[in-house]
């Protein structure tokens, strides 16, 4: 850094005087800095001068000697530190606070006083929470934590709990739902969020997740799928579910639900029983016996079938634990795949080239 310092002949205290004229000089009125004075230790008088600056003390010290040249230096370096409550170790290079959230209105430039210990503290939060009082913010914040909470009981992504999010801020920002309540417009949103990230849930699993009857879902589904898909033009840059391409989706195939079921079922290779089970439940909706049957069950049946001929075999009742249905449901979609099983199962499955068998499929 550099320094404009007096010569050898100039006196520390002269040069440190507020009233001094060795920085700068006024010639015909005209002000003009002197390049020429440096500072020097008077008792070492190095040249060049070992000077050293110690920001955390604010003195210029003499390098050699250590003789206390000048006071309440000036700081210029890069502020590197944060004011955030979740640093650790102050490694956070940030001068600036979080990131806006999209998901919230306004600046978010506003500050809250943290609930602390003693009663001074606490009466200062609560005043604070009652001057600044943003009921839609604070709607906003309640459903978000219901979302969160509500899609981490069943190990719904992160990335789709975002899109669930942005669904409902849209709702909350067109009044799509006014007057509706807010578990239905919740469920509704995180059965959309799930259909577009190609991880499906069912009304059944919605239902008993948020408690809200499978007829109001599908109501509150089909208003949802109508407002996005008229509504594609909404989207913002940068937000979490793309609605310009959102598509509607047909019923959940039994296919679908396949990974999720083997994936739960604890099969030795969950990756090849997932494949077989995917090929038997769509090759198994064309059956004529299994039409209009649920996805549900045609889907347990089929993981019931690869897994006795895959030699991993699981009961009806282990699957009927995991799909939500029934293990005579199972059985009797079952019963209707058997007598198709030449045209269900692909000869690569089988001895020699794989490790399937036909002897080993149950009757029932």
Not at 134 to 147: F, H, M, Q, V
Not at 255 to 277: D, Q, T, V, W
Request: aromatic share 6%; proline share 5%.
């Amino acid at each position: 850094m550099a320094t404009v310092a007096p010569g050898p002949d100039v006196d520390v205290a002269t040069f440190f005087n507020p009233q001094r004229h060795a920085v700068g000089e006024k010639k015909d009125g005209e002000f003009q800095e002197n390049l020429n004075k440096r500072l020097q230790c008077p008792d070492c008088r190095e040249d060049p001068p070992n000077l050293v600056e110690e920001f955390s003390s604010g003195d210029m010290v003499c390098g050699s000697c250590g003789l206390v040249l000048g006071d309440r230096i000036i700081d210029t370096r890069s502020e590197w530190r944060t004011f955030a409550n979740d640093d650790q170790g102050n490694d956070d290079p940030s001068r600036v606070g979080d990131a806006m959230n999209p998901l919230l209105n306004g600046s978010q430039l506003e500050t809250n006083i943290a609930f602390g210990e003693g009663m001074r503290a606490r009466e200062l939060h609560r005043a604070q929470n009652r001057a600044v009082s943003d009921k839609a913010t604070k709607t906003l914040l309640a459903a978000y934590r219901e979302i969160s909470n509500l899609c981490e009981a069943i190990s719904i992504p992160k990335t789709t709990q975002d899109s669930a999010k942005h669904i409902f801020k849209l709702t909350e920002d067109n009044k799509l739902f006014k007057g509706k309540p807010q578990e239905a417009v919740i469920a509704g949103c995180i059965f959309v969020a799930c259909r577009q990230s190609k991880a499906p849930r069912t009304f059944r699993e919605i239902y008993s997740l948020t408690k809200v009857s499978k007829k109001e879902i599908g109501r509150t589904f089909k208003a949802l799928e109508k407002f996005l898909q008229s509504n594609r033009d909404a989207n913002v840059n940068g937000s979490f579910l793309m609605v310009e391409n959102y598509e509607a989706t047909g019923t959940t195939g039994a296919a679908e639900l396949c990974a999720r079921y083997c994936n739960n079922l604890g099969f030795k290779n969950p990756h090849l029983m997932e494949k077989i089970s995917k090929v038997l439940a769509e090759k198994s909706s064309s059956l004529k016996d299994l039409a209009g049957r649920s996805p549900l069950s045609i889907a347990a049946a089929a993981i019931y079938m690869a897994s006795h001929l895959m030699g991993d075999p699981k009961t009806s009742r282990d699957i009927a634990a995991v799909a939500g249905v029934s293990d005579g449901t199972i059985r009797t979609a079952y019963r209707h795949m058997w007598p198709s099983r030449e045209d269900l199962v692909e000869k690569d499955w089988l001895v020699p080239k794989g490790t399937g068998r036909m002897d080993q499929l149950p009757q029932n």
